[in-house]
């Protein structure tokens, strides 16, 4: 399977734990993106890798959230002291090298399975 | 804000009816656009997009969409809807410019279910 790859696919974890999720993209993706999705609602951005350099981060990403994309290939998710409001599917999407010099690109995003995150 | 709405939560059609769901987002510039599907138990999938020229595009599955500039509407439709079609339905917007980086901003989702 070449499509993105996120592990672990569930999570249980109790209140004030931390927890790392994983995301593999599509293998000559130089973009990656990490969503969050609650019940009945739409994905939510979280933050944004161009190759090794997180480039943008949203006001959802708490301090307790970092994320890191240590060779520009896979990204990992780490949330420290866990609350019961992180339940959430967490999605990773990746897409194709844009324009050189330009931060717009017209590639779609591919998605993960997403990791399900309870907190107990 | 940049917001994208999606008219109906959920919407339930017989076998052979038409779908029509609706999306609109808010002004902000030049847009990109897409609707992504979500089978029962499967990841999101992209159904179709738009970027620049015809603003009625084909996607899979004999679904289309229209851009409708003016109205900053982006609507779904099919002709004619199978059991298969049965999932969540969601738009999402890409905002150019600035430092958007190409994130997407998506709606609420849209369940259908379809009878057979």
């Known amino acids: 399977d070449t499509g993105v790859s996120q592990d672990p696919r569930h999570k249980i974890t109790k209140r004030g734990q931390n927890v790392t999720f994983r995301c593999d993209p599509i293998?000559?993706?130089?973009?990656l993106y990490w969503y969050r999705q609650t019940l009945g609602q739409g994905p939510e951005f979280l933050t944004y890798?161009?190759?090794?350099?997180?480039?943008?981060k949203s006001r959802l990403l708490s301090d307790r959230f970092s994320a890191e994309r240590p060779k520009g290939s896979f990204s990992t998710l780490e949330i420290q002291r866990t609350e019961q409001g992180d339940s959430a599917m967490y999605l990773c999407?990746?897409?194709?090298?844009?324009?050189?010099?330009?931060?717009?690109?017209?590639?779609?995003?591919?998605f993960g399975p997403g990791t399900r995150l309870t907190v107990t | 804000a940049q917001s994208v709405s999606q008219h109906n939560h959920h919407v339930i059609l017989s076998e052979a009816a038409s779908l029509e769901l609706g999306c609109n987002y808010s002004?902000?510039?030049?847009?990109?656009l897409f609707w992504y599907v979500q089978y029962p138990g499967q990841h999101l999938q992209l159904l179709l997009k738009?970027?620049?020229?015809?603003?009625l595009v084909k996607g899979i599955k004999g679904f289309e969409a229209e851009f409708i500039k003016s109205k900053f509407s982006f609507n779904l439709r099919k002709p004619s809807v199978q059991w298969s079609d049965t999932a969540e339905y969601f738009c999402?917007?890409?905002?150019?410019?600035?430092?958007?980086?190409?994130?997407?901003?998506f709606g609420q989702g849209t369940i259908l279910t379809v009878h057979p």
């Open positions: 002004y902000g510039g030049t847009v990109n």
């Open positions: 293998s000559e993706h130089n973009r």
């Open positions: 999407a990746s897409s194709a090298r844009g324009l050189a010099g330009s931060t717009v690109e017209k590639n779609e995003q591919y």
């Open positions: 738009y970027f620049s020229g015809d603003p």
């Open positions: 999402a917007v890409k905002y150019s410019g600035g430092t958007s980086y190409g994130k997407l901003t």
């Open positions: 890798f161009q190759n090794e350099a997180q480039l943008e």
